[in-house]
């Protein structure tokens, strides 16, 4: 008993304290241990305790690896909301289909089912089923996709509650790109993550076609083979306005991919613009330092392409560029001068 006694003033302490990072995890821990003791006591007085305070918890609590894992936490924790974590773990169909039928879902806010393979419909069955009310995150990484797994992972893009969609890695390319988004989709996403697939400029061209982005805040369209004609398509039409946060990160765009994108063109929220290893030098640099898109960015990423001392100051002293914050220009051929110089301008977070 006086063990469980000090469990409770370890509870009572947690409960006026901040709700950092690992607040979800040392209630948890307290619970199991409070519940091993005396399961009786956690019910009548644990529970209700908890009950009583209008605070809301993290969401979600705590990240678990296991669905025997979830299902002990929402018995001990039937208000909490957990992230669900199977990359490692999703081993039998069976587990699959009862947690799919199971209300343990409702509890779910964030799922990962990374390296898997979709061969019998469980994402369709996922995206349809009724305990499945409150899913905002779901990572599908690594998954070599063709196009049937393409086909049944478009029911994911239904689900109306999803705000951020992983999917790395996956050999995505433009037919599947038509077949997940313009088909079947919500207009729920804020952010997507679509890094190493293979997209290419038809990739780009299926993807602006889709009706469904206009929430869309955050894109990541890193290393997907994206030369001139997908980054004007994408940094010039006015469709998905909302973008703010754009990773082209390891495409081909060169220079060439710069000096295609439209110097009027407008994208007012746009803060931050990843445009490492694009091979750009001066000359393209020299362009980008022209571009209306510039206007409202914060932090700008330019590492490892080929911009010496020159290319850095046509930047930094680019009248377009009144709002950044942040430049990276890591792994480039700016000299030693050159980087003393940058070092002594204020103003910026310049990382060279």
Not at 160 to 174: C, E
Not at 214 to 228: A, P
Request: charge should be neutral; aromatic fraction near 6%.
């Amino acid at each position: 008993m006086h063990q469980l006694h000090h469990l409770f003033s370890e509870l009572r302490s947690l409960f006026h304290s901040h709700h950092d990072s690992l607040w979800g995890t040392r209630l948890l821990r307290l619970a199991r241990k409070a519940h091993a003791l005396d399961a009786q006591t956690y019910t009548t007085e644990w529970l209700p305790y908890m009950d009583s305070f209008s605070t809301p918890w993290p969401d979600p609590l705590t990240e678990l690896i296991t669905i025997r894992d979830l299902h002990e936490a929402t018995k001990l924790l039937p208000r909490a909301r957990f992230s669900l974590n199977l990359s490692n773990q999703w081993t039998k169909e069976n587990d699959v289909q009862h947690l799919i039928r199971s209300p343990l879902l409702s509890a779910i806010t964030r799922l990962n089912i990374s390296n898997k393979h979709f061969e019998h419909g469980e994402i369709e069955r996922l995206a349809n089923s009724p305990t499945l009310t409150g899913l905002t995150h779901l990572e599908v990484h690594r998954c070599k996709m063709n196009y049937a797994s393409a086909e049944r992972l478009a029911y994911a893009m239904t689900i109306p509650t999803l705000k951020h969609l992983g999917l790395s890695n996956n050999y995505i390319d433009a037919r599947n790109i038509e077949t997940l988004f313009i088909r079947r989709s919500t207009t729920s996403l804020t952010s997507l993550n679509l890094h190493n697939n293979q997209m290419g400029d038809d990739g780009v061209d299926a993807f602006i076609r889709s009706p469904h982005f206009r929430n869309l805040k955050h894109l990541n369209l890193g290393i997907n083979k994206i030369e001139e004609r997908g980054a004007n398509t994408l940094l010039s039409t006015t469709r998905m306005a909302n973008i703010s946060h754009l990773d082209f990160g390891g495409n081909l765009l060169g220079n060439a991919g710069i000096l295609a994108i439209d110097p009027e063109a407008q994208r007012p929220n746009l803060t931050h613009l990843n445009l490492s290893y694009n091979k750009l030098d001066d000359d393209g640099i020299n362009h980008l330092a022209k571009l209306n898109i510039l206007s409202s960015i914060q932090s700008l990423q330019l590492i490892n392409n080929e911009i010496t001392d020159e290319g850095a100051h046509t930047l930094i002293n680019s009248p377009l560029l009144l709002n950044l914050k942040q430049l990276n220009l890591a792994k480039n051929k700016i000299s030693p001068q050159g980087k003393d110089a940058l070092n002594h301008i204020k103003h910026i977070d310049i990382i060279t």
